[in-house]
């Protein structure tokens, strides 16, 4: 089930939204396309910001599929990769290659 809360102030360029919405993510890794299942934590009209998985490196390109299907996929570009939190988890932001995510 996905949620998505009232957006919170942050020193962004864009205003961002907590959400919890499970996605798919498809990716390049070791010359192979593979899905990984994922969260968006927060999202703004410029990106979103997910549970990463190791195979994510600053720079890739990733497509963004939806639970309502890959004609919904959205192409974005990784700008980085990072721990997060207690216990650290891996983060990544991701900035759609189209604005606002269209």
């Not at 009232?6 to 499970?22: E, F, G, I, L």
């Not at 720079?59 to 939806?66: E, F, L, S």
Request: aromatic share 6%; no cysteine; net charge positive.
């Amino acid at each position: 089930m996905s949620t998505v809360s009232p957006p919170y102030a942050t020193p962004r360029r864009s205003v961002r939204t907590k959400a919890n919405v499970p996605v798919r993510l498809m990716l390049e890794y070791h010359g192979q396309m593979v899905l990984r299942d994922s969260i968006i934590l927060d999202l703004s009209g410029r990106g979103v910001r997910v549970m990463a998985t190791p195979e994510f490196e600053a720079g890739q390109v990733v497509q963004i599929i939806p639970a309502e299907g890959s004609r919904f996929a959205q192409k974005a570009r990784v700008v980085w990769v990072g721990l997060v939190g207690e216990p650290p988890s891996q983060h990544a932001g991701l900035e759609f290659l189209t604005p606002g995510g269209g």
